[in-house]
């Protein structure tokens, strides 16, 4: 089978290697244009497009695919890609976490096929892995589903599972999801070879949306539930790093288990080698590893060293 493929981060670069390393045609890759990052903030190739280049494989960057896009140069993109599938010889189009909207056009011209990172209908949208911890959900997993215009509505053709253990951050469990999803998608794409790929519709029932993941939302509000708190910790290691305020600096917290203890929420509790906890609206958090402005990830009593916390308060 001839496939194009269309995703921009590791999510979706580790699925790009597995269908390569599978033996698929691959006669181009779709990702989103290079971005500012780092702190020289310099353009920056996604994942998805340095694992291409260093394999030789064409790639198009188009700002959108919609072509009634309302910019010129969006509209304009976007026609010329949808010539560039018009005119190519593939089979079928494999999306992971591409990160733009594929119109009815796109969708009209060969099947598409999505790997989304959730047990489908939770967990619909743009941030299923921190969403699902966030939540306290036991379990997670990846959902092999056809494409249409909904929002991760398509019918389900594979669907594995996966525990979420204590232990997980988005960061862990992202690794776990993208190797799965991976392994997944060269099975469905056999199965699809063979004839024998079927497809299921989603449960109208359990469907909740995956908001977007924004900065603000990782400040720690201590008056709230302890046990909510250690939740989004994990949920927001490694992006954005849940955070709180001591004497107006800004503290991130990237490690956190549940402790014992009350107090004022956000008082500083005790510290020692083992942690520093910290009282909440219900019980307390043992913050286990921290950093400091333009500081290291340090464990909790490296922090502590520089960065005394006796007596304060995070707020």
């Not at 967990?123 to 299923?128: E, F, K, Q």
């Not at 790929?197 to 539930?225: M, R, W």
């Not at 990237?254 to 520093?276: F, K, R, Y």
């Amino acid at each position: 089978m001839k496939v194009v493929f269309a995703g921009t981060p590791e999510f979706a670069a580790v699925a790009l290697r597995a269908l390569h390393e599978a033996g698929f045609e691959i006669p181009l890759v779709l990702t989103q244009p290079d971005r500012p990052a780092g702190r020289g903030m310099q353009l920056q190739a996604s994942s998805v497009k340095q694992y291409a280049l260093a394999h030789d494989m064409e790639v198009a960057q188009p700002l959108s695919l919609r072509m009634d896009a309302k910019d010129p140069q969006r509209a304009e993109e976007a026609h010329a890609a949808h010539e560039r599938l018009l005119g190519l010889d593939y089979d079928v189009m494999v999306v992971a976490a591409y990160g733009l909207i594929l119109p009815r056009s796109t969708l009209a011209i060969r099947p598409c096929i999505n790997i989304h990172g959730s047990l489908l209908p939770r967990w619909r949208g743009a941030a299923p892995i921190h969403r699902a911890i966030e939540a306290g959900d036991l379990e997670t997993g990846v959902t092999i589903m056809g494409m249409e215009e909904g929002l991760d509505t398509g019918p389900m053709m594979l669907i594995e599972r996966v525990a979420i253990e204590d232990t997980d951050t988005t960061g862990s469990l992202h690794d776990k999801l993208a190797a799965l999803g991976g392994r997944m998608i060269v099975e469905a794409l056999r199965k699809m070879e063979a004839g024998q790929l079927e497809a299921v519709p989603q449960p109208e029932e359990g469907v909740t949306y995956a908001a977007k993941i924004s900065k603000e939302e990782a400040k720690l509000d201590f008056g709230l539930p302890a046990e909510l708190l250690w939740r989004r910790v994990r949920a927001f290691n490694p992006f954005p790093g849940a955070h709180g305020l001591v004497d107006g600096v800004t503290v991130k917290v990237w490690n956190a288990e549940l402790a014992s203890g009350d107090g004022e929420p956000g008082q500083v509790l005790a510290t020692g080698p083992d942690g520093i906890v910290v009282a909440c609206g219900q019980g307390a958090l043992r913050m286990t590893e921290l950093q400091k402005p333009g500081g290291k990830r340090l464990a909790a009593a490296e922090f502590l060293k520089s960065f005394p916390l006796t007596g304060k308060s995070f707020s």
